[in-house]
């Protein structure tokens, strides 16, 4: 099992940039492809990003391509999403999910475990 706590998020403005982190627990860290989703309120979860076990294979959302930038840093359990030129329509609560299988998922069903989430909120 892996528990995972992300970090931060924040208020920024429209072009700026923000880092989110989001730590695991456990000492299986390196055998879990890792997720970043996004959930604004009224909608669905969304895929934002994700990573393999090695980090040398990564996939985004089309929303995000070009700005956002997904990596990992298995010393530090942590993985992490670089975002820049952030628009107001990324403004949600992003969430870090584990997954078990082999293979990259886009779905949130395809993840066996969540963090919280922390708040990006970017203003015009």
């Known amino acids: 099992q892996v528990q995972l706590v992300e970090s931060g998020g924040g208020l920024v403005q429209a072009g700026g940039s923000l880092r989110l982190s989001c730590a695991a627990s456990?000492?299986?860290?390196?055998?879990?492809?890792m997720g970043w989703f996004r959930q604004a309120p009224g909608k669905e979860r969304e895929f934002v990003a994700a990573?393999?076990?090695?980090?040398?294979?990564?996939w985004s959302a089309d929303s995000v391509k070009g700005r956002f930038t997904i990596s990992r840093d298995s010393a530090k359990n942590t993985v992490y999403l670089q975002m820049n030129s952030l628009k107001p329509e990324d403004t949600a609560v992003y969430h870090c999910?584990?997954?078990?299988?082999?293979?990259?998922?886009?779905?949130?069903?395809?993840?066996?475990?969540w963090g919280q989430g922390t708040q990006v909120t970017v203003s015009s």
């Open positions: 999910a584990a997954r078990s299988s082999i293979g990259y998922s886009y779905t949130p069903n395809g993840y066996n475990y």
């Open positions: 990573i393999s076990r090695s980090g040398s294979n990564t």
């Open positions: 456990g000492r299986t860290f390196s055998s879990y492809y």
